[in-house]
């Protein structure tokens, strides 16, 4: 289950992701739709109920932070993990560490990269 946390911030993305045709699957796992589905995806195999990802506003731009959370015996949520669904590009020099994301990639990035 992917809970959005800051709606706007959300559909702002995703409208930036469409215009520059990066929303849909390019077949690098960088569009943004496929590191969603991977987000909402991953640890759950199939049981939505008991996994859930938190998606809110990061400080690099077109990004997000994340938490994956897991249902604990007694139905509270605990932090699996958490990370950043980060937005690369010209901006930041597809990925080589510089501002405004300060996160690394290992190949020059146009598009989206999780970083736990």
């Known amino acids: 289950m992917l809970k959005i946390e800051n709606q706007r911030h959300y559909d702002e ?4 992701a469409r215009k520059h045709n990066l929303y849909e699957n390019n077949g690098d796992n960088t569009s943004l739709k ?3 589905d ?3 995806n ?8 008991r996994t859930r990802v938190r998606l809110f506003r990061d400080f690099a731009p077109y990004s997000f932070g994340f938490v994956i959370e897991v249902k604990n015996a007694d139905g509270g949520w605990e ?3 958490h990370g950043g669904l980060v937005f690369h590009g010209h901006h930041d020099g597809h990925g080589n560490g510089s501002a405004p994301t300060f ?3 290992l190949e020059p990035t ?3 990269s999780i970083h736990t």
């Open 13 to 16: 993305v995703v409208a930036f």
């Open 34 to 36: 496929n590191r969603l």
């Open 38 to 40: 991977y987000l909402e």
């Open 42 to 49: 991953y640890g759950c195999r199939g049981d939505t109920d």
């Open 79 to 81: 932090c699996l993990f």
């Open 103 to 105: 996160a690394v990639t």
């Open 110 to 112: 146009a598009g989206w």
